[in-house]
């Protein structure tokens, strides 16, 4: 690893409250579990802080349950545990079918969907589902909790409201109407990282979401409102197109991004019609 590791520190709380105060009271502290991106930063250098948090033994934060008519999620709940989860697959299909997407199974045994939210990349497999599913994410410090609509934990490229002295502890999801749709592109058909990624629900309100796209992960509201109008899908594809901000990188360039995401759109109001 290009970070000497001898220069690391890694506090391990005895529970969820420990952590809480550790982080209130030891910080800045970056709170890690399966280190499926944290451990990639540490190699290349580009991970400033040099003390961590250790909280992969926080059962607590990993339990899947209904409450009070939500699917409750805990931040460290892995891939594998959603794949495997019956409720996850009755209530939210799309997200265990993310889950499928991400990595190999090492990656999947060890990843987490709080990971995935907290990392902020815009390609994050999980975020067009939490997106459309109108998710809730709770957010715990010292000083208590607060709960943040997914649409507005993201403030710009890998940033969001998170406070240094808070983790993401679940993910809460309103019980959704409608036919799921989910799909993944990139540059091969197993552990690639996604040139596009779109989540979609075909109601009485659609809702799609596209990730890769912009520097957020990014409900498409003149789309829905598009599609909700039944206009033909050539012209939502139009608005879709207008409404996103592809750029070129390393895994691929705007322009394909556009006709992929078009596609896409196409494919899920296909798919989904009665």
């Not at 996604?194 to 992960?217: E, N």
């Not at 197109?241 to 691929?252: F, G, K, N, T």
Request: charged share 25%; hydrophobic share 45%; glycine share 8%.
């Amino acid at each position: 690893m290009r970070t000497a590791i001898s220069s690391l520190s890694l506090l391990q709380p005895r529970s969820l409250k420990d952590a809480l105060r550790l982080l209130r009271d030891e910080g800045p502290l970056t709170p890690l579990a399966g280190c499926t991106d944290v451990y990639v930063n540490l190699n290349f250098g580009t991970l400033a802080t040099k003390k961590f948090l250790d909280l992969w033994p926080l059962d607590d934060l990993r339990r899947i349950r209904v409450e009070n008519g939500a699917l409750s999620i805990g931040a460290l709940a892995t891939y594998t545990e959603l794949i495997r989860s019956p409720l996850v697959r009755r209530r939210l299909p799309i997200l265990a079918a993310a889950a499928r997407e991400i990595g190999g199974v090492q990656i999947q045994n060890r990843g987490t969907l709080g990971g995935n939210v907290v990392n902020a990349s815009p390609a994050g497999d999980t975020l067009p589902v939490l997106a459309v599913a109108e998710a809730t994410l709770v957010l715990l410090s010292a000083a208590g909790e607060r709960r943040v609509p997914f649409a507005s934990f993201y403030t710009g490229y890998r940033k969001s409201v998170l406070a240094p002295d808070e983790i993401l502890a679940a993910v809460e999801i309103p019980k959704i109407e409608g036919r799921q749709w989910f799909r993944k592109v990139g540059t091969r058909a197993a552990q690639a990282i996604s040139k596009v990624v779109m989540a979609a629900i075909r109601s009485d309100r659609p809702r799609v979401a596209l990730g890769s796209v912009a520097p957020t992960v990014v409900r498409l509201p003149k789309t829905e409102a598009a599609l909700a109008a039944g206009v033909p899908i050539g012209d939502a594809r139009r608005t879709l197109d207008a409404e996103i901000q592809p750029i070129d990188d390393l895994r691929s360039t705007a322009a394909y991004r556009r006709e992929v995401s078009g596609r896409m759109l196409e494919q899920f109001w296909g798919a989904t019609a009665s």
